[in-house]
């Protein structure tokens, strides 16, 4: 007796599904257009209707195709806290410490950078470059400040590899000022 029963619950369910199929069939003839009961008879409340597909194939569960989130890994977020001039963690397990405006070159510099451009305007000049963010950018800025002049003085009888020198501005509100490497690279 329980066969008996067991069997024909089995033969009900089995039809369901194939009444399930062939009207999906018979939907996706008919075109893209659905009609509310067409769509509400493909995901209706039977449990049997959403373990086979069109085919007969088992439905894969909503979860989404599986992404790659590369701004989470390692080396990347060391990358853009690097190009923001932050501390972070090297490659090989290095501290590296965050970007600081140095001393500069000095009182004695022939070129008096010091009194030309002040501390602060150094240290918004400074923020301004890092805030960049992108190593294309700050490249740009760089190409921008730093002029390429072929050299003046050329010694009788001196053969040398020397072909150009390198003049390093810095822009503020004044203008565009001259100041030596020392003081241009400490930033």
Not at 49 to 65: A, E, K, M, W
Request: charged share 30%.
């Amino acid at each position: 007796m329980v066969k008996s029963d067991s069997y024909g619950s089995i033969k009900t369910i089995l039809s369901d599904i194939v009444d399930n199929v062939m009207n999906r069939i018979s939907i996706a003839a008919e075109g893209p257009s659905l009609s509310s009961t067409a769509a509400s008879s493909c995901h209706g409340g039977d449990s049997a209707s959403t373990d086979v597909s069109l085919i007969g194939n088992p439905i894969q569960s909503n979860r989404g195709r599986k992404r790659r989130r590369e701004d989470a890994w390692k080396c990347n977020i060391a990358k853009a806290r690097r190009n923001v001039g932050k501390d972070y963690v090297s490659k090989k397990g290095k501290h590296v410490r965050e970007r600081k405006v140095k001393a500069g070159c000095g009182i004695v510099c022939r070129r008096k950078c010091h009194s030309v451009i002040n501390q602060g305007e150094r240290q918004h000049l400074f923020h301004r470059f890092w805030q960049l963010g992108c190593v294309d950018k700050q490249r740009e800025y760089l190409n921008g400040v730093v002029i390429e002049r072929k050299k003046k003085v050329t010694k009788v009888g001196e053969t040398s590899r020397r072909k150009r020198t390198y003049q390093w501005h810095f822009k503020n509100s004044k203008g565009t000022f001259e100041v030596c490497k020392k003081f241009f690279g400490t930033r």
